[in-house]
């Protein structure tokens, strides 16, 4: 959303865009809106030094947890304006410890920081920076964006039938498990439900039409859709995000293994969301679960109580009344942040 807002009103700008994994780097290597897409040279004092006078930057924005301390540095020696955006800080982070002095002095390499939270601002502020500003997370800006204008699935509108539905995103074996626990039970007989694993090889896939049976249907053959099948099985990438505007609720995978994946997608769409105990790095899972529009789970039975408690009308009305409410006040995050660089661009 940064870029976007950058390109729309500095279209001279020139943008290099750089990745220090292939997660990232892949996806977007042939991004139109960036001049240059590259891999980050590895964080060496000269390695930095050549970088910087190779590029030549105007101006220097790190996202989120990229704390580079030979770049930050180099950057800081050359008067370089620098801003960390997105951030989102944790005590238990080393620049909040004990021996953490020495890390502190990353931070103090950039001009000002963009925080998502206040519990942010107040970590940093109890270690003396104050050159913050709670400007939220330039990716609800994103996902509201996509809510407001969704891709259009006719097909799946006619497999939703005007039922309730539960929308799945990003899930692994263990969220399976648990969604196949709740889908054997009474209490699934008035739900259908959309099904978008993490993993889309067809291995990975045929697992999942063994474990549902004669109730799934694959996304990619949905012109032929059976008028009984209650599961749809999203075996392509792309669709998620827009495919939340069918559900009541969503469940997002990853919280029994490393962490739970984007719930933002589903939050612009205003739905509760339920997720696995691995959420506490996210800002806005540990805000909602504490408000009440998001629930974590420990075990099948847990999802059978919040799956109860959300077929209530009143239950989910509340919930997705404290969705909206979170979304609407943390959006803008783009725009603060654009208009403390422009004088830089």
């Known amino acids: 959303p940064l870029i976007e807002l950058i390109r729309k009103e500095k279209p001279q700008a020139k943008m290099l865009l750089t990745f220090f994994s292939p997660s990232g780097y892949d996806v977007r290597k042939n991004y139109p809106l960036a001049d240059w897409v590259f891999y980050l040279p590895a964080d060496t004092p000269a390695n930095a030094r050549r970088f910087l006078q190779l590029v030549r930057p105007a101006l220097v924005v790190f996202v989120k947890y990229e704390f580079w301390f030979y770049y930050l540095r180099e950057i800081h020696s050359r008067n370089i304006p620098l801003f960390l955006v997105a951030a989102v800080f944790r005590h238990s982070q080393l620049f909040f410890q004990y021996p953490g002095v020495i890390y502190r002095q990353l931070l103090h390499f950039f001009d000002h920081i963009f925080v998502q939270d206040k519990d942010s601002a107040a970590l940093l502020a109890g270690i003396h920076y104050h050159r913050v500003t709670v400007a939220g997370d330039p990716r609800i800006d994103r996902v509201l964006t996509i809510a407001a204008a969704p891709d259009q699935f006719p097909e799946v509108e006619r497999f939703c039938g005007g039922q309730s539905v539960l929308v799945v995103g990003s899930t692994w074996p263990p969220d399976e498990t648990i969604l196949h626990h709740w889908w054997t039970s009474a209490l699934s007989r008035d739900w259908k439900l959309i099904l978008a694993p993490h993993d889309v090889a067809p291995d990975r896939i045929a697992a999942l039409q063994a474990?549902?049976?004669?109730?799934?249907?694959?996304?990619?053959?949905?012109?032929?859709?059976?008028?009984?099948?209650?599961?749809?099985?999203?075996?392509?990438?792309?669709?998620?995000?827009?495919?939340?505007?069918?559900?009541?609720?969503?469940?997002?995978?990853?919280?029994?293994?490393?962490?739970?994946?984007?719930?933002?997608?589903?939050?612009?769409?205003?739905?509760?969301?339920?997720?696995?105990?691995?959420?506490?790095?996210?800002?806005?899972?540990?805000?909602?679960?504490?408000?009440?529009?998001?629930?974590?789970?420990?075990?099948?039975?847990?999802?059978?109580?919040?799956?109860?408690?959300?077929?209530?009308?009143?239950?989910?009305?509340?919930?997705?009344?404290?969705?909206?409410?979170?979304?609407?006040?943390?959006?803008?995050?783009t725009r603060t942040i654009y208009r403390h660089l422009e004088n830089h661009l």
Do not use: C, W
């Open 211 to 333: 474990m549902f049976g004669r109730d799934a249907q694959l996304f990619s053959r949905l012109e032929n859709i059976s008028p009984s099948a209650r599961v749809l099985i999203i075996d392509g990438v792309g669709q998620l995000s827009s495919l939340y505007q069918f559900g009541q609720v969503a469940y997002i995978g990853g919280g029994f293994g490393k962490a739970i994946h984007n719930t933002l997608e589903p939050m612009a769409f205003n739905l509760p969301v339920l997720y696995g105990p691995r959420f506490t790095k996210f800002a806005e899972a540990v805000a909602m679960t504490r408000d009440g529009g998001h629930f974590a789970i420990r075990s099948a039975n847990d999802f059978l109580k919040y799956m109860t408690l959300l077929a209530g009308e009143q239950s989910a009305r509340q919930a997705k009344k404290a969705v909206a409410q979170f979304m609407q006040q943390n959006k803008g995050a």
